[in-house]
């Protein structure tokens, strides 16, 4: 079946070899990065800092441009940097109905194609984020309140990494099936029974990004680019307070899907006033068939229970823990954690929250710290850690909103022993709400109600336990309950080392062992790590794995005889 | 990790060949077949047909020997053949709590094994079965009613191969991603950041089959064998009409998981009697975290909708369509449509329904035919192919019940110009009950409610449309709407052909085009061709792909510095 659209520029020819290397990364899983994730004129050019700033600064007060985008021009649009200054920017407003039946329309031509055409848009697409990397930074800086290079990076060139791994995925899973294939089943009687087939991926339907406040973008570009790439238009709809990033994405991918022939209109934004609630609106219309969403427990659940049309991938919350037993490197425990939980204020999915140390101590290189011991002395590297306003606004960024700040006030009231939770002032957005990270001691018994929860933010909780085989059937139990993003051992000991692995499996959780150094669990290395496990209740959706492409289409195939005359002989 | 259950036999070694060759078939879908479906004595040994026919008579009338199974043994069981006689074969019955936490506990050392044993525990039993082919096909044939042959070939060999094409997608899914990888990042300073990874795929959970009544091992093995390579205990809940052919896959898979060391529990039967409906229970329990089912669309949809806990694969009911618009075989196209419909009474999820003639005729190499001649015409060419008693009772089989004799009927009430319907009486078995399939004409407009329902068994109708356009029209729309898993056109014009596949490709069907000669829409050969495309209501599932296996298990990750010392001084 020949295509009704012909893409005019052959992107696929362009970035076939950036595809093909993707799809050697994730069948080997090493090391593989395609964008720069250093912020570095000496990568990106030395006027590209500087064009970036002034690219964001062009955006604002103003209606953003999306010539051809359908809806009321200019109609949404409040979103306030956690750094002060209001955006100004608005954004069209489109019915729910209406944005579905435009994605729908404008998908069938889309659907049509090829995947080899769609790999090739879809690279052009991230090609052209990569080359718009700081006006992004700036964009994912102001919205979502990451300090400024963890936007470059988190925002900007690791979500392009995890975008392209979704591509890479969707990209090969639809190659899995040849596109055609003659069957020749043998008779008695000697000729065989001869049927050509044709086999063609074809997209489930309209697929719907839920997007988040905190990363728009890493979260957002696997769903995105998985269901583009296997044949499905998409609709995206980003939280109110982060819509900036994901315009910028969406008129990028249609300014590449019009250059190649294609309707824009298969990639739509939906942008919302933070009153229209349209997310479950658009979850439910019949024709969104797969859907992605990032955000709390709460609507990802009411996503799974009530959008039983579609294929549902959902990112939601849980208890990030970690089993302190012994280390040979206390210092390097101590500042890896440190950092950890400073890290963007602990507003990732991913920060631990949980960690727990037996009552007798953990057993370290410096002596055996109790519970108590070892909270003061990671209080004192959060310390040493964002002495320095400048690093510390640096690592912390800023509190996305009321909601976090409130929650790290809650938690100062529990009272017992505790350290941090401080007001911080940035040294350059005065409006800006910081805190210092909040670690709180509490007991596995007592307290058992308070870390059965999620405390989103820089809050975490130093957990004396009865023994570290407590604290492992803890992290076994909790995570298979609640669910949790990451999980982390430190001991010296095999057998710990083995029975945390054995519990983490059970669990369905991924484990991280004795980090000391430069790579931190909130981190995950596309290509390499997984982010969730659809194996606890914390996710129902890996970025990428082939479980989270492999729904997005059906192969559907023809068959006829190979010569007609033969087989109308055949009986 | 080492497995604490240690296999006694390594039956990887012995079937990795055939695994091999299996995995390489499900890659380029020509013909493959690992299990002879011819029932004959050169293949299968000249005392096979004997002791596969006492082998079965030595099972009736006594409780299904089942040893270290639990439950009531001897509990339940009133299989009837529909060719007359009582089967008198009891099973245990099991507390549906019992059995899902007994298969949960026993899955456990499975979980833990390598892919390779568990693909090599499943070819084991495959090949067990294949050796049982005659013993299944009368267990099939006095279950389903099938004709005998058909019982041994779906029933028997082509229903291994169901099973081993799932083995094969169960297998390399889980070796898509390496058992280890280093990952070793660049730094500016010189020395890499490296870890050292491990992946461990790790079934989802308890998965319950819960099979039907017409195909209880064709429908039910893809789903049983995927599970179980994936690392997910089964429990096997067969129809109660047809559990013999269940009951001995069942004890087949329990004799050599426990050779291979393995809890037999790891597979369960959940037989029960008509009236305990345990099935629901069953497909509520939270530890259920997988089912496949094959039956009616009503406890299809409500399995969909309920079992919200599991990743739910169903196979249910449509409406299976037939194109015709013109052919150069005339004589090629009754038979072949003649042999399709009457292929055990119609009694098939694959039997065509919807057959859309123009008004003003069919084309062909013998003239133009209205709807009501062809339906004459197909009616004539039943008549031929059924003619003799014996190949009639070969051919159709027997009726498997009261609700579709009665569908018979109530399709002859419906009156206007129609054939067929009419009882037979089989030459060997007087009680059984056997039907001619019942050919009606109705009209596109003013019979929609009519055709637009599934008329499950010997019943199909001849719908006259205003033109092919308009029965192109038909199939998109109704199979959309309705689903269907079979849907075939008949015509000389490419255009009309392209048409047709497009049309298929919107409605989410496979197509067969042209099928004159002795290959037939109803039937799917496993390894070339889908059955199911999860891409309209008919189905959820494909038998078999990638996203059938991909969901029912997670690879989990286990990271830690490669060389730790290098690691604590990173920082």
Known sequence: MSSPATARTDFFARHEGLLRAAAEAIATRGFHSAYPESPSKSVYGEEAPEAGERAFRDLLDRPFALPG???????????????????????PRL????????????????????????????????????????QMAHAVHHTTGQPFVMAFQAGGANAQDRGLEAVAYAW??????????????????????TLEKTFTPVGRGVSL???????????????LFASLVTGNPVVVKPHPAAVLPLALSVRVARDVLAEAGFDPNTVLLAAEAPEDRVAAALATDPDVRIIDFTGSTGFGDWLEQNARQAAVH????????????????????LRNLAFSLSLYSGQMCTTPQNLYVPREGLATDQGVKTPEVFAADLADALGKLLGDPQRAAGTLGALTGEAVRERVDKARALGGTQFGGEPLTHPEYPEAVLRTPLVAVLDADRDAETYRTEWFGPISFVIATDSTARAVELLRETIAAHGALTASVYSTDEEVLEAAREAALDAGVHLAENFTGQVFVNQTAAFSDYHGSQANPAASATLSDWAFVTGRFAVLQSRRPAVATQEATGA
Do not use: M
Request: hydrophobic share 40%; with cysteine.
């Open 69 to 91: 985008h359908p809806g009321e021009a200019g109609a949404v649009g409040g979103e306030v940097s956690p750094y002060g200054p209001r955006l100004g920017v608005t954004y």
């Open 95 to 134: 019915d729910p109905r209406e944005a579905v039946a435009t994605a729908k329309a404008a998908g069938r031509a889309w659907r049509r194609t090829s995947p080899d055409t769609r790999a090739g848009v879809a690279a052009e697409i991230l090609a052209r984020l990569n080359a718009a990397s700081f």
């Open 172 to 193: 090969t899973a639809q190659r899995q099936a040849p596109a055609a294939a003659t069957w020749a089943k043998p008779t008695r009687k000697g000729e065989p029974l």
């Open 209 to 223: 990004l839920i997007a988040c406040n905190t990363f728009p973008t890493w979260n957002g570009y696997p769903g």
């Open 314 to 333: 959902t990112e939601k919350a849980g208890l990030n823990t970690v089993v302190l037993d012994s280390t040979a490197d206390y210092k390097g425990l």
